[in-house]
């Protein structure tokens, strides 16, 4: 089995929660998800693409705010399982 077929996000697969606060407000962030799945009307059903990321170990994650608007993208490792 190669590396990469086991290596997993840790957000996408519920291994992991945001516990970050904003940083304009103070309120909790929420995951947003795969900014992958922005990019189209079926970008979300789409086979995932690990491709453009600065690296295969890392799924980029947007975080927002509900409460003031703020967002981020982020970088999260991937784990092996």
Same mark, same amino acid.
């Given at each position: 089995?190669?590396?990469?077929?086991?290596?997993?996000?840790?957000?996408?697969?519920?291994?992991?929660?945001?516990?970050?606060?904003?940083?304009?407000?103070?309120? +909790?962030?929420?995951?947003?998800?795969?900014?992958?799945? *922005?990019?189209?009307?079926?970008?979300?059903?789409?086979? %995932?693409?690990? &491709?453009?990321? +600065?690296?295969?170990?890392?799924?980029?994650?947007?975080? *927002?705010?509900?409460?003031?608007?703020?967002?981020?993208? %982020?970088?999260? &490792?991937?784990?092996?399982?």
């Amino acid at each position: 089995m190669s590396l990469e077929s086991i290596l997993t996000c840790p957000l996408c697969n519920g291994l992991e929660q945001v516990t970050k606060k904003c940083p304009a407000c103070g309120d +909790s962030l929420q995951d947003g998800g795969r900014v992958e799945n *922005y990019y189209g009307p079926y970008s979300p059903y789409e086979e %995932v693409n690990d &491709s453009y990321a +600065s690296g295969e170990n890392i799924c980029i994650h947007l975080l *927002y705010c509900p409460s003031c608007g703020w967002d981020k993208r %982020v970088g999260v &490792s991937k784990l092996i399982i």
